[in-house]
């Protein structure tokens, strides 16, 4: 009974800081994260030793389905955070996914129910499928969001170790190993706890000093002297987005940095971030972070590299929700582009949304 008490608790706890981070932040993907902690809190609240503690008893028939909704809830929650860490809930068949996962999963439940069958089969296919959900987005936090190498770490790993207990559930419901596991669920449970203190509070790098000298706005330029200078000025003043094709490695910059890269993934260094090219629409959030901190100045180098591995049109949409969000935070967008690399008719659609830079 104690273990189920204590259960309850760290729940509570870890809703709490998703709750804290999302309203710091106002972060999409912790909005619904949050929102699957809350069905988890209630799921803890649904057990027949919580209840009966308070006073409440239900029948036992009632409580299968009930959990079985609420796993299923709380599954598609957490695949929808997932996808929007990916920026990838747009697409068909990501809507699709979520789609058939909610439909199939609330009709078995609700065929189950009707047929009177046991509760373990009931919830033979609820449980699995929030573990595979919970594993899921264990890994996107942790491939996309949080460093590997922090304390944070230790919430999408919790995440991903709990999903792998829930996956064995029909099969070790019935077993001595069922306690076991349980208890391993709240260890599991603690770390998801340890992890959300330091990633609810994580700070983002602040800038050193302010850049007057810049309009606000989106630009391009084709002059690497330009592009060199506006390096130095970040550089100088602590301020300013960096996101790169090439390897920045060799120096320690002060300033964030995203490398678009497909040799590395995650943290580098302490301000350096690899990311794929393919999955550079996440960083729209990341930096409207900084500029909310204070980073006035955006630039992006390898914008080919982009197009290449993305097409035109997808490249250019990025760069246009790039565009709105600085511009948006009351910031300078410049781009570097080398005109050898784009069709005429490519170059003109850029030109007609940027203003070419002057420094």
């Not at 296919?125 to 942790?142: A, N």
């Not at 330029?221 to 920045?248: A, D, H, P, Y």
């Not at 600085?326 to 005109?339: A, H, N």
Request: glycine share 6%; charged share 20%.
């Amino acid at each position: 009974m104690v273990l189920e008490i204590l259960n309850l608790i760290v729940r509570l706890l870890v809703w709490g800081l998703a709750t804290y981070r999302w309203w710091k932040r106002r972060e999409d993907f912790m909005f619904l994260l949050s929102l699957a902690i809350w069905v988890d809190v209630l799921a803890a609240l649904s057990k027949r030793a919580v209840l009966a503690d308070i006073g409440l008893k239900p029948k036992t028939t009632a409580l299968a389905p009930l959990m079985s909704i609420l796993a299923i809830i709380e599954g598609v929650l957490l695949i929808t955070a997932s996808l929007l860490v990916l920026d990838r809930i747009k697409e068909l068949w990501s809507q699709f996914a979520l789609l058939t996962s909610t439909t199939l999963g609330s009709l078995y439940v609700l065929m189950a129910t009707l047929l009177s069958e046991s509760s373990k089969v009931i919830s033979a296919v609820p449980v699995p499928f929030l573990g595979i959900s919970l594993m899921f987005t264990g890994y996107i936090l942790l491939r996309k969001d949080i460093d590997s190498k922090k304390v944070a770490a230790l919430f999408p790993i919790g995440i991903f170790l709990l999903g792998g207990i829930n996956i064995t559930y029909p099969l070790t419901v019935d077993t001595p190993l069922a306690r076991c596991l349980y208890g391993m669920g709240a260890l599991f449970r603690g770390m998801m706890l340890i992890g959300m203190l330091n990633y609810a509070f994580m700070r983002v790098t602040l800038p050193e000093m302010p850049i007057m000298e810049f309009p606000t706005g989106a630009f391009y330029t084709t002059n690497g002297k330009i592009f060199e200078r506006l390096l130095w000025k970040m550089q100088s003043s602590g301020n300013g987005v960096f996101i790169t094709r090439k390897s920045v490695q060799e120096f320690k910059p002060k300033f964030p940095v995203f490398w678009s890269t497909m040799v590395a993934s995650g943290m580098l260094d302490e301000n350096v971030v690899a990311v794929s090219p393919t999955d550079i629409g996440i960083l729209i959030d990341r930096i409207r972070r900084y500029l909310e901190k204070g980073h006035s100045l955006v630039v992006l180098d390898g914008f080919e590299y982009l197009v290449l591995e993305n097409g035109f049109e997808s490249a250019l949409k990025f760069l246009l929700s790039l565009k709105d969000s600085v511009i948006s935070g009351g910031g300078t967008l410049v781009v570097l582009l080398e005109p050898r690399a784009l069709s005429k008719k490519q170059l003109r659609i850029i030109q007609r949304e940027f203003e070419e830079f002057k420094f």
